[in-house]
């Protein structure tokens, strides 16, 4: 391990760096001028409450722009030791961070699959607490396909999927395998809600495969809608694994700003 990596991973760096990223997050959001879709969705989410909020992996941290004074949202972040920053700085944006892996599609089938049965079984707890959960919906590694994780998460609590999207005009995109984006200060936002999706409690396989699509799909549909919002494209498509040559960076954890 390089000695840059073993100084970031001191807890006294990690927590230093925590509050400043949680300071960051709260000035983009202050600074951002927010459309939200559909207008005024206080009494709608209500009404769906706890709900789990459907979103891409790269938007793990803006996800927490959603969050009203009056929610109460969890989110899973795995235990790694790259996790920490990120667990610092939701919880100061008011989320608690469960610390497990996501529950993937096996994870009902083999309870050691990378500690999903946990993580699957923490968030059934915060749903029925009340808590709305706020969950990447991708296949591990492959950006913007969905995976059967968060079905199996709203078939066993009962619990709708809300598709959601948090956008803004100004921001860094990350060479990552997800092309995360952090947003910038001073420029537009969107935020934009899909139509809830249930997952019967009984339901076959080709069933689930086609409500896996229908999610999929609302998901990319939100996400187009919040860039349309902006006024900017979306410069990475559904499924995209090809470099494009607007993008700066040769590897994960560089980027550029768009």
């Known amino acids: 391990m390089s000695l840059v990596k073993r100084i970031g991973r001191a807890p006294a760096v ?3 760096l925590g509050i400043l990223a949680g300071g960051y997050l709260r000035l983009v959001r202050r600074t951002n001028r927010f459309t939200v879709e559909p207008a005024a969705p206080d009494a709608w989410l209500d009404g769906l409450s706890p709900f789990i909020a459907g ?3 790269g938007q793990h941290t ?3 722009f959603m969050r009203r004074p009056h929610d109460r949202i969890a989110t899973i972040i795995s235990r790694s030791p790259d996790g920490n920053i990120n667990t610092i700085a939701l919880t100061r944006m008011g ?4 610390r497990a892996s996501g529950a993937r599609g096996r994870a009902l089938r083999d309870a050691k699959a990378k500690g999903g049965a946990e993580g699957l079984r923490a968030m059934l707890r915060a749903l029925k607490d009340g808590e709305s959960v706020a969950f990447s919906a991708d296949v591990p590694k492959v950006s913007r396909r ?3 994780g968060i079905l199996t998460l709203a078939r066993f ?4 999927i809300i598709p959601v999207a948090v956008v803004t005009s100004r921001h860094w995109r990350f060479d990552s395998w997800d092309r995360a984006c952090l947003g910038l200060p001073f420029g537009r936002g969107a935020m934009v ?3 809830p999706i249930s997952v019967p409690r009984e339901i076959e396989p080709d069933a689930l495969e086609a409500l896996r699509l229908r999610l999929e799909a609302e998901m990319n549909r939100v996400h187009d809608r919040a860039y349309t919002l902006v006024g900017r494209p979306d410069r990475v498509g559904p499924h995209d694994r090809v470099a494009h040559p607007d993008r700066v960076g040769a590897g994960p954890g560089t980027g550029a700003p768009a």
Request: aromatic share 8%; hydrophobic share 50%; charged share 15%.
């Open 14 to 16: 990690q927590q230093a």
């Open 55 to 57: 979103m891409w992996h």
């Open 62 to 64: 803006m996800i927490s």
């Open 95 to 98: 989320v608690r961070v469960i």
């Open 146 to 148: 969905a995976d059967a």
């Open 157 to 160: 609590s009962g619990r709708p």
């Open 193 to 195: 809600f899909g139509e």
